[in-house]
């Protein structure tokens, strides 16, 4: 039975870090992975996403260059490493694989995690 089990969201002041981390089980192929966010009152927002073989990732405008997504294969793990955290970057963090593409949109990703939540003070 496929799963994605997210960990790692928390309470951290604005400036901090945090590393969120997705076990996936029951795939053996590398799929497309991605991280979406929902904040209070907002749509799902899709913020990170990587290729099967690691080679491509991408990223929304509003987490370049701050947030790095990456997959350890051997681990069956994808992590999500958020730094210069903001107030508005607190929200409801979801893992999420597809079999279709890596466009940040929920209709290319057919598997979700439960999420965890992120919370940024200012």
């Known amino acids: 039975q496929f799963q994605l089990a997210e960990s790692g969201g928390g309470s951290v002041q604005a400036g901090g870090s945090l590393r969120l981390s997705c076990v996936v089980s029951?795939?053996?192929?590398?799929?497309?992975m991605a991280w979406f966010r929902q904040g209070p009152g907002k749509e799902r927002e899709g913020i990170a996403s990587?290729?099967?073989?690691?080679?491509?990732?991408q990223y929304a405008d509003s987490v370049k260059g701050r947030f790095t997504i990456s997959r350890d294969t051997s681990k069956n793990t994808v992590y999500l490493q958020m730094n210069s955290l903001r107030p508005e970057d607190t929200a409801q963090y979801y893992c999420?694989?597809?079999?279709?593409?890596?466009?940040?949109?929920?209709?290319?990703?057919?598997?979700w995690g439960q999420g965890t939540q992120v919370t940024v003070s200012s």
């Open positions: 999420a694989a597809g079999l279709t593409g890596m466009a940040l949109v929920t209709g290319n990703f057919q598997f």
């Open positions: 029951g795939v053996s192929d590398p799929i497309y």
């Open positions: 990587i290729s099967p073989n690691n080679a491509r990732t």
